[in-house]
């Protein structure tokens, strides 16, 4: 844990430092403003949760010179495959995209974090640990965050980088529409013989849910799969169930390192902005963790807002980026209807529909843009 002192006034508060806040201080860092960073934890979190890395995010990470450590510790995976049960759909090849980063990087979260964290200190910053925020006001001429230890911090803007129940967002008085996704998600890292192999991403469509198979390091997999109702720790019997239901034949697990199930709310923050008040990451946008894009959002917004702060133009944050957060829950939404469709009529449709996509260049560059985050630039 590393212990500093809160300094009493600042230029820009950034509280909560996962992915979204690290990006946005190594910004600020990088363009020299003036800021400080808090989080309630004495660490950072140490367990894997996003793993997927898109080649828009390596790009935004390499303005922050943090893309080779990070390209270091993960496994480039170059394709996407669409099945119905074991039945290949289509196949979305990663490795003609217009990127120096030609494919999906699966890393988990702590590394992402580790990295930019050790770029905040190679520029000579650090994270303040640990602070709770608990209570955030502004005023003309600035704002006043209030840490549960009574400490005050003074700074001309506060932003909320501070995960989905973010106290910024609640005393800035802005609304976070949406709604909870009727089923839950299970997530699970495991060992496994895995028919489709390391070298590809795998959804599967089914009527009972669609299922996310990706190769993560260390030999391991993560998956990822809506279920109506799923134990709070499904063990390796009920992860077997799953797959053998709906991927059949393809996988046989020989170990489970983690799991555990989720409810997700699919809601976007109604404004990024209010006065001297700003969002970023799942304080502002939380969306299904089938498509892997959370954290890429998050990490994009940071360096976005990173770059308003150092033109001077935060009125254009929240029109550059709050369309983004929008697209990728209606693409989730979209891509889970298409994919749970209980219509046979429906289902016969785009299981003859996807393959004959398949074959034309532009829709599997359309395709795979869309999730690289290529038509975020
Ligand atoms: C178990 C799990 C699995 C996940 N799996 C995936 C996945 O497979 N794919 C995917 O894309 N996304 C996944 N996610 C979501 C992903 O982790 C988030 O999108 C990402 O962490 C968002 O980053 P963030 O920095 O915006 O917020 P967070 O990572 O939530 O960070 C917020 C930080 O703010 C701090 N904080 C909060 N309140 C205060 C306060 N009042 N004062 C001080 N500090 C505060 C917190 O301690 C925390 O460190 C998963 C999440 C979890 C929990």
């Known amino acids: 844990m590393t212990t500093t002192a809160l300094p009493t006034r600042t230029e820009v508060a950034i509280v909560g430092a996962g992915p979204t806040g690290l990006a946005l201080a190594v910004s600020l860092a990088q363009a020299g403003i003036e800021f400080v960073i808090v989080d309630q934890l004495a660490e950072g979190a140490n367990t894997s949760r996003a793993a997927v890395v898109h080649a828009r995010t390596l790009e935004v990470l390499a303005e922050l010179d943090a893309a080779d450590p990070l390209i270091a510790r993960g496994e480039q995976v170059t394709r996407f495959a669409v099945r119905d049960g074991s039945r290949r759909l289509l196949t979305v090849p990663f490795d003609g995209l217009p990127t120096p980063y030609p494919y999906t990087?699966?890393?988990?979260?702590?590394d992402t974090e580790?990295?930019?964290?050790?770029?905040?200190?190679?520029?000579?910053?650090?994270?303040?640990?640990?602070?709770?925020?608990?209570?955030?006001?502004?005023?003309?001429?600035?704002?006043?965050?209030?840490?549960?230890?009574?400490q005050t911090l003074r700074a001309g803007y506060a932003v909320g980088a501070d995960g989905m129940h973010s106290a910024v967002r609640k005393a800035a008085g802005i609304?976070?529409?949406?709604?909870?996704?009727?089923?839950?998600?299970?997530?699970?890292?495991?060992?496994?013989?895995?028919?489709?192999?390391?070298?590809?991403?795998?959804?599967?469509?089914?009527?009972?849910g669609l299922t996310v198979v990706a190769p993560l390091p260390g030999g391991h997999y993560r998956i990822v799969a809506t279920?109506?109702?799923?134990?709070?720790t499904p063990d390796l019997t009920f992860v077997q169930r799953l797959l053998d239901e709906r991927a059949p034949g393809l996988a046989r697990i020989t170990g489970l390192a983690w799991s555990s199930r989720f409810r997700v709310h699919h809601r976007v923050a109604d404004h990024y902005r209010a006065g001297r008040l700003l969002l970023a990451g799942d304080a502002a946008h939380v969306h299904s963790p089938a498509g892997g894009q959370g954290m890429n959002t998050g990490i994009q917004d940071g360096y976005a807002l990173g770059q308003a702060f150092a033109a001077r133009q935060l009125d254009g944050y929240e029109a550059q980026r709050r369309p983004v957060a929008q697209r990728v829950v209606s693409f989730a939404d979209r891509m889970t209807r298409i994919a749970?469709?209980?219509?046979?009529?429906?289902?016969?449709?785009?299981?003859?529909?996807?393959?004959?996509?398949?074959?034309?260049?532009?829709?599997?560059?359309?395709?795979?843009?869309?999730?690289?985050?290529?038509?975020?630039?």
């Open 227 to 232: 279920v109506d109702d799923a134990p709070a």
């Open 340 to 377: 749970t469709t209980h219509n046979k009529t429906a289902r016969g449709a785009r299981n003859i529909a996807l393959p004959l996509l398949g074959h034309l260049p532009a829709f599997r560059t359309k395709l795979a843009t869309e999730l690289a985050e290529l038509n975020y630039r």
């Open 114 to 150: 580790a990295v930019l964290l050790a770029r905040l200190r190679a520029l000579g910053q650090d994270v303040h640990r640990p602070y709770q925020v608990s209570s955030v006001a502004q005023d003309e001429d600035g704002v006043t965050l209030t840490m549960s230890t009574g």
């Open 105 to 110: 990087l699966m890393v988990p979260q702590s």
């Open 175 to 208: 609304e976070f529409t949406g709604s909870a996704y009727a089923e839950s998600f299970v997530l699970a890292d495991v060992t496994m013989d895995w028919t489709p192999g390391r070298d590809e991403v795998t959804l599967t469509f089914g009527s009972a």
